[in-house]
């Protein structure tokens, strides 16, 4: 039997149900800001089509692409805007998110984030008071939902950097699942959302990456038939100055990277969307304050300390 191998997903090639066989169909695309791989028993066509779905979602949830609904809200001015349904049920999940995070998940995070450069050559922080002016801007209660009109309200800013990926993994499952396809692994940059198993009955095996290693070292391997795992890490994007290392994981109060002495957190639950901002909020948390919030979203996570220390919760 013929074996494929992808970063945090195998998956088995060939295999039979009584006398039909499956073959697996696979794309790879550069979108969202990362390596995205699909793979599913189903036609090449339905993976092809899968693929456009992604890049159609980013288009429309990107703050960065011009005319998406983010682009439009964030340049609004306050002004309502009518958004595409996914748009608002997104920020919906957003503001549910942050509230029962108590704001540790802020999708209004622009302001701040904006602030950062991660991957200049000349590293630099921003300035201390900027940061201070910014943050006066980030609140998850200045999102105002009805329907599919939203309104950002007080000068808030979106910024879905923390969650749309695992909201397009969601996306994307049920769409496959809506023509017919029974086992699939989608992989956003190590966002990994699986269903149905491999074709033989077995788990799909999904790697935790070692946040103290090698890029293709991992740290744990999961067996996992259906569900999402997110993890998101200090090594992902950042930069170190003077002995410091400064990423992309911000606390929403302060604009400044969390320093807390986590590596990476690593969410498994059933919806990849909610696993993708539940590994940002228990990050900023840590393991002391995450456990209500993981037991209210009925997930579990993995904490990493840069010291090697791990915690499991629940």
């Not at 879905?160 to 397009?168: E, V």
């Not at 002391?288 to 979203?297: H, I, K």
Request: charged share 20%; hydrophobic share 40%.
């Amino acid at each position: 039997m013929r074996r494929l191998f992808v970063i945090l997903c195998a998956c088995a090639l060939l295999l039979s149900f009584g006398c039909r066989q499956q073959s697996v169909s696979s794309a790879v695309d550069y979108c969202c800001d990362t390596v995205v791989t699909l793979r599913a028993y189903a036609p090449q066509e339905t993976v092809d089509e899968a693929m456009r779905l992604i890049r159609d979602y980013e288009r429309v949830l990107s703050k960065t692409v011009e005319g998406s609904d983010i682009d439009r809200l964030n340049r609004a001015e306050g002004q309502p805007v009518s958004v595409n349904p996914e748009t608002a049920e997104l920020l919906a999940l957003c503001v549910e998110v942050s509230e029962r995070s108590g704001g540790a998940f802020d999708a209004t995070i622009a302001p701040l984030s904006e602030l950062w450069n991660f991957q200049t050559d000349d590293p630099a922080l921003p300035d201390a008071n900027l940061l201070a002016s910014a943050a006066v801007f980030v609140n998850w209660r200045n999102i105002e939902i009805d329907g599919t009109t939203v309104t950002l309200k007080n000068g808030a800013r979106i910024d879905l950097g923390g969650i749309a990926k695992g909201y397009i993994a969601d996306r994307v499952a049920a769409y496959l699942k809506a023509q017919g396809v029974e086992h699939a692994c989608i992989n956003m940059g190590g966002n990994v959302l699986v269903f149905g198993g491999k074709p033989d009955g077995s788990d799909w095996t999904i790697g935790i990456r070692d946040p103290n290693g090698a890029a293709d070292q991992s740290e744990e391997v999961l067996a996992l038939a259906d569900g999402a795992v997110v993890t998101s890490g200090t090594y992902e994007r950042g930069f170190d100055l003077d002995g410091v290392r400064y990423h992309h994981i911000l606390d929403p109060k302060t604009g400044m990277p969390v320093q807390n002495g986590l590596a990476s957190v690593t969410i498994l639950t059933e919806s990849s969307a909610v696993a993708d901002a539940l590994s940002t909020a228990c990050f900023v948390l840590g393991p002391d304050g995450s456990a209500e919030l993981l037991t209210s979203c009925n997930a579990r996570a993995i904490f990493l300390f840069s010291d090697g220390t791990r915690i499991a919760l629940p």
